[in-house]
């Protein structure tokens, strides 16, 4: 599949930010109408490796990917009694910056530095705590290190073989050693240098031209092979059994194992730890691969989470009886990634983007009442395929947020036929029904359980999603004109000019209304009691509870219909203009100055959205992967029930439960209570609405958690606005077990 067209194609001056949720004006602050609230940034879902340039006893350096670098301090770090360059011990929390031939030593809990001055003729190697490692020009190793603030103070590296050739060296859980890969006669073998005197041991040679290596002041291992740093001359190491992960660090006397080269299908990399002592194993961090590395204070960092939504570095540290224990020290941000496509609806906000990786997913943001951004991005559906745009169409794929927490789409298949897809209530269900071989379709909206889809062969259709429904029901199929689905009514052009009819989905009753349009409306939105027509140059909104008749503006082209106001786009001033006529007289006013870049050509609202079920606007600010959120500042209608779905099941459980769905028109908090045919209450459930439906699950128990009973059951359900506008609605009815 391919994409003709995407919102946003490049970061703004090249810059890619990592927030994931900022917002923008106090928590406790009454924003103006026409100002943000808040900003959401879509990120990738994809975790990235990050290295440690340093890291050490009281915080640590890390990079994630090719980013800048960040510094972490520890909040519990405890700055030693004393601290130098004759304190070799103190070195776990000294930082070193070489420039040229000079090395910066700073201990970052003391303050106190040095300046280690490599010698004409040496080259600098490695450093760890307080000591520098240089080769002369011979070949022969040198341990630098200062001595009264200035002096640098040369100690000879002895015990190193003759002919030897070094060819890697590696510091790790230790400031009194580092290690030393070399080749001699052919064979690769590892050392240790004691920092403290100079003096090198050779303790393992490998089969192996590149050992993997780790090792504290306790413990070697190289070449899963295992021996003790005091163990006598002579000693042999231990041969370890090998596994499928690398020896990443020794913390004590447990080796860190991680990075498998292979991970079955469907499970994660998990850091583990091997006794070196027991030779017990056991799991120190689930989902955990890239940047696991040692600090120099004997511990370890390691990099865990599912994904880059919950992607944390871990500080893991020995305790008192030789365990270990992980702590969280840094949250890692994720990337940046593009908006293809966004909708907003029962106070949610959902995006579409690469954000698996190369699949695609919508993602949810929470918003508060005020439209205020509460929650970090959210996974709403499976990983999806792309699929293929229509000319000019800024937005693809076409989506409806319906209310209900989900969200209908178009998706085109490789021969160009359409299907109208629903995603949005977990990440594994993708409910689709097919448009007989139809194409080039939109979709002309959609509430709760029904989408409305114009095809290009002039037929519509109205595609159902039930309850529990594991697909998708073309439940009209009808000759293509105007037409609006509001909660369980579908309004369309009457027989007379400038009616609407209304017809019942459940019923097939219908309804009449003269709107006062001059003409026959090309295009139709209906929400709550608002219903808003156009004929091209003239439009209006007929409100339903009132019988008032309103005149918008048509001056500009597609408009949105939201709950009590209108928005248009400009397209060539770019301006966002707002027409709220919530009191029978319309006013106009621009809301935003949209950016100029990804301009919508097409007939879709591609880079706005708005929400019809509580008031908020959305809209790409210009900055890669961003969104931001403005409130419309018109009072929202009071709490009502647009559609139901209750029903009396034979049998329940905590695996079937009772799931009715009451649609609402905005969000709210509720209180089902179920009553048996004696006025006894057996059950209270409490909870939020999903966007604005109410989705209760009984599993037929009491509040004692004692079974319920078949029979009759009365239910009543107190649902209240969470925007605080209007009375509590209160529904009631019956229902039968058994």
Known sequence: MSRSRRLVQAAVGGVVALSCTVPTAPAQAAPQADEPVGTVRLVTEKRVTVDYPWAGASGFQYRPGTTSVTTVDYPDAVPPAHAGPDDLASGTDVVNTRDGQTVTQRHRSTGVTATVTIPSGHAYRAAAGWSVLTMDGTGALHVLRTAEETLTVDTPVTGFPAGARPVLYRTGGSVGRLAVVYVLDGKTSVGLVDLADGAFRTYVTSDEATPQLAFNDRWLVADWKAIRVDAGPGTEPTALTRTDAQPEAVVGDQLLLGNPAFVQGGTEAALTARSLVTGASSTVLTSSFGGIDPTLDGGALATAGRSSLDWNIHRITLTGSGGLTTTKVARVPAAATGVQGLAVAGGELFLQGATPGASLRYSGFQLDADGRPTGAQTPRSPALSGTTCLPGDAACPQLEALGDGRVGYLWTNSAGQESVLNVGLDTSTILSERTDGDSGGRLAGGTGRYVLYNGSSGKQRLVDFPRAATGGETILTRDRTAAAVWGQTLWTPGSTQGSVSGRNLKTGTTTTLATGASCTPTDIQAVNTWLYWTCGGTAGVYDRATDRKITVPADHGPARLADGFLLRENRTTHELLLTDFHTGTATTRTLVKLPAADQNTGG??????????????????????????????????????????????????????????????????????????????????????TGAAVRPAWDGTTDTGAGAGSGPFTWRLTAHPRDGRGPDLTLSGTMTLG
């Open 604 to 689: 879709s609202n591609g880079r706005w959205a708005v929400d019809r079920f509580g008031g908020h606007i959305a809209y790409l600010n210009g900055t890669y992967g961003e969104v931001s959120i403005v409130a419309a500042g018109v009072p929202t209608s009071p709490l009502a029930q647009m559609e139901a779905q209750v029903y009396s099941p034979s049998v329940i459980g905590r695996s079937m439960p009772w799931s009715p769905v009451w649609q609402l028109n905005k969000p709210s908090t509720w209180t089902l209570t179920l009553t048996k045919a004696s006025g006894t209450v057996v059950s209270t459930l409490t909870g939020a609405s």
